[in-house]
């Protein structure tokens, strides 16, 4: 607040007792005026002063206000950037177990490729060994990532006899023997047979369980015998159970009497890379 303003009451006063002390220099309506001015001055110094301590007040608020604000601001700046820090540490994280994971899936996409070129590879190898047989009797086939080597029950067995003929062991040891050193291939031997039920009274034959399972055995024999590895061969018997025609003619019937060979790559190091995972 202007000086000047305070002083305004006090000069008014001085002036007002001045005027009293001159008995005869002014007038009763005079001395009213100017004692009605004091007050009126006295009274807008009062009024100035109480503004004055209520803006300073407000401004004391104000400022209290602003510095909450200000140090609210600052704890959830600090709080963002530690937010900002973790964020940035878990994308670098992430970034480095997706290139990881990239990696094994690059790798594992390398050893599929190079395991589909093995099992064609292995097929024609299969089929070159093979060459000469009747088509009917055996086919050699490439299905689901797998060499499936099918022969006929005419090639390889006479009607519920679990023996190999002549014929059929010819070929079984030419097979063992295309096969030789690959021990990176599992060989299954099924066995499988129509839906007719064996002769009663077969020696050693209950149903077509026993049939399928004896002759997938004596495949194995012979297959490890010309030089396959006991522990890569397994034979099984699917019965009639695995049909891949109706047996409702003699020539869907004689489809179904066949055995199959199934070989399969390890995927050893796929797995591996799996487990990785």
Known sequence: MPHSLLRTPFLALLGLASLQGATSCVSQKKYTELQQ????????????????????????RTEEALRTSLLSKNQQVNQLNENLSGAQQTNSQLSADLRSKEARIAEMQRILEQKD???????????DALLG????????????????VSLSEQLLFKSGSTKVDPKGQEALKKLATALQGNQDVN???????????????????QDNWDLSVLRATEITRIL?????????????????????????????KSLNRRTEIILTPKLDELFQILEQN
């Not at 891949?244 to 003699?250: C, F, G, H, L, S």
Request: net charge positive.
């Open 117 to 127: 070129q093995a099992v064609k590879a292995l097929r024609q190898k299969v089929a």
């Open 37 to 60: 001015q004091y007050q009126a001055l006295t009274q807008s110094r009062d009024q100035l002063q109480a503004s004055k301590q209520a803006l300073e007040q407000d401004k004391t």
């Open 133 to 148: 047989f009747n088509a009917n009797d055996l086919q050699v086939n490439l299905r689901n990532g797998k060499v499936y």
């Open 187 to 205: 060989v299954l031997v099924e066995g499988h047979t129509d839906n007719v039920p064996i002769l009663k009274g077969t020696a050693g034959l």
């Open 224 to 252: 490890t015998q010309a030089g396959l590895s006991s522990t890569q061969v397994t034979p099984s018997g699917r019965a009639q159970y695995a049909p891949v025609a109706q047996n409702d003619t003699p020539a869907n």
